[in-house]
């Protein structure tokens, strides 16, 4: 095959506050060719999600960090072009952590084959991809919801949100979500089948809060942090559970914030209540792995799962922009960049 | 018999900040006399605890607070003087939650008699009885710590604190505690057998605590809260768990601390760690009391667990005293009030 010249973001700096393209710059390598075993990936969708902020940081965060120089990681789904690699031929669909960039070359480890004609390929990259394990494993496994329960999900109208709230209807429960402006909310209610949502942008989000929950809260799904999260603290139940997934309302933050100290109070209330608090990283937990395809598929098959992907165009030269977008909750549904059209390489 | 005057401590006002005897005064009353299935109890010993400040408050806590006027409550071992209860007769040793007075009159609810044969009858008050059973359930059911991993209790000198690192020692752990000045800290290595144990009072403190935790910290069993809290917090392993039993160092708070916001901070840890953090109270796991029991009195019985009392004389007029001090880190062991001789009624 011809040299490719391979587009990609790199981390060039790391951010303080929001990334820029001065942090996130493209630049433009050519691909090696594939060695023995080896695969050439063109990428057609990559997922964004608020994770890759943190690896951006230089501090310690649960994964390793990108190293300065590096591409931005990802998951991406897209089309073999070439292959050394038994296991996979050239056509074939791939799901793999091929970075923000135009083409990937992969030894195939941790890559997953797709099948169209099942499912569109970019759901590989939210229902039934990370964000929906992250949903199943954070409700299930750390929310621990009984039939009956108040189960609360910040960013409700998100990737990960939006599904918490659906399986917690599945397993009995009343699902109340916490979503940014009017039109989230009606989303979260009228498409996503939530019992109620709650805009945290509005004046009266507390008092909105508090009657949408009758009965307290009794396992709280954890994306956001922030104002969301300690107006959600105040309605707990006692021996609630505290699923923390993300707090994307801190993702920038330069520094701690003066003012007041709120965590010797949340400790309280974590006493107070006997409260349960679990932070957790869905690849902590492959071993659920199986379990969720097999639920999530056939509650998607059923349609007792509805998602929405968000998926936007322009490919690398409009990837930060999208991404910063996601970090204000611009998005509406999982945020998935189309890298490239599914043409000849 | 005769009528009985009898003394007690009532809560005239709620505190802000230390308690004190204006809060806490003496009054004196007359003793009903009992009617049927009735009995009086002479207090011997009163227990005096951590959580009794949060009784205090009028603000929501885990238990009922006490109501302005009413006796302050409390565990306490005493002899029946005077019983038309069948189950109970004059010259019994009993336990109960008689509260911060001299005689208490009961029906026998909650009253758990005593073989003071087998155990000093201040036992009751600790290592057999109400902190005996926190450090049991915490470190086991919330903590649940490995052979080979590391436990870290503060206020390890006292009542509880104690007896979490020598559970810990048994269960196969490294048993690191924190305690205020070098006297107990030697007292908490040399009596105790824990591993080490660090001076949060000493300027070398975040170091030296480093140097005691060389593997990290597994299992954090958490009593006081504050800067001892925070350090604790940056050697904690990946998942990690904290049971939250006591925040000592924040009972007297009379409201938020100005200055930095370290919530984010922490709940970025929690998650970049998958960390589990758990507040519980003994009294929610009264299907423990047996397995405690037998294991706990055959561990004293083998000396495989020692405990240590502080018993302070002086009566009611010296208890707000003593419970000062108990909240300054001034006791030294379960701190025990001696509320009467044991001499007939």
């Known amino acids: 095959m011809t040299e490719i010249r391979n587009r990609r973001i790199i981390l060039a700096s790391r951010p303080v506050g929001m990334p820029t393209t001065d942090n996130l710059p493209i630049d433009t390598v050519t691909l090696p060719a594939p060695g023995a075993g080896e695969m050439v990936v063109k990428v057609l969708y990559l997922s964004l999600d608020p994770y890759m902020r943190g690896r951006m940081d230089a501090s310690k965060s649960y994964a390793a960090n990108v190293a300065l120089g590096d591409p931005m990681v990802g998951g991406a789904a897209g089309r073999v072009i070439a292959s050394n690699n038994p296991k996979f031929k050239e ?78 209807k599945i397993k009995g429960c009343r699902a109340v979500g916490i979503a940014g402006g009017p039109q989230k909310c009606a989303y979260v209610v009228d498409e996503l089948g939530f019992d109620a949502c709650v805009d945290y942008k509005a004046d009266d989000f507390r008092e909105k809060l508090k009657e949408a929950v009758p009965a307290g809260i009794d396992v709280y799904f954890e994306n956001v942090g922030g104002a969301v999260s300690e107006a959600v603290m105040t309605r707990m139940n006692d021996f609630s559970r505290v699923a923390l997934c993300g707090l994307i309302a801190h993702y920038n933050d330069t520094g701690a914030a003066e003012g007041v100290d709120r965590l010797p109070r949340f400790m309280f209330s974590m006493l107070a209540k006997r409260m349960s608090l679990n932070g957790f990283i869905v690849s902590d937990h492959p071993e659920r792995a199986g379990d969720f395809f097999k639920d999530m598929t056939a509650w998607v098959r059923d349609g007792q799962v509805r998602y929405r992907e968000d998926i936007v165009s322009g490919g690398l030269d409009k990837t930060v922009e999208a991404f910063q977008g996601l970090l204000t909750g611009r998005n509406f549904g999982k945020l998935i960049m189309q890298i490239a059209e599914d043409t000849a390489a």
Chains 1, 2 share one sequence.
């Open 91 to 168: 056509g074939d669909y791939v799901f793999g952590m091929f970075g923000w960039q135009e083409y990937a070359l992969s030894n195939g480890a941790g890559v997953r084959k797709l099948d169209p004609a099942q499912a569109p390929i970019t759901t590989s990259l939210g229902v039934l991809g990370m964000p929906g394990m992250t949903a199943y494993v954070g409700l299930l496994d750390k929310g621990r919801p009984k039939a009956g329960e108040t189960v609360v999900v910040s960013a409700a109208s998100g990737a990960v949100g939006g599904l918490v709230g659906q399986i917690a």
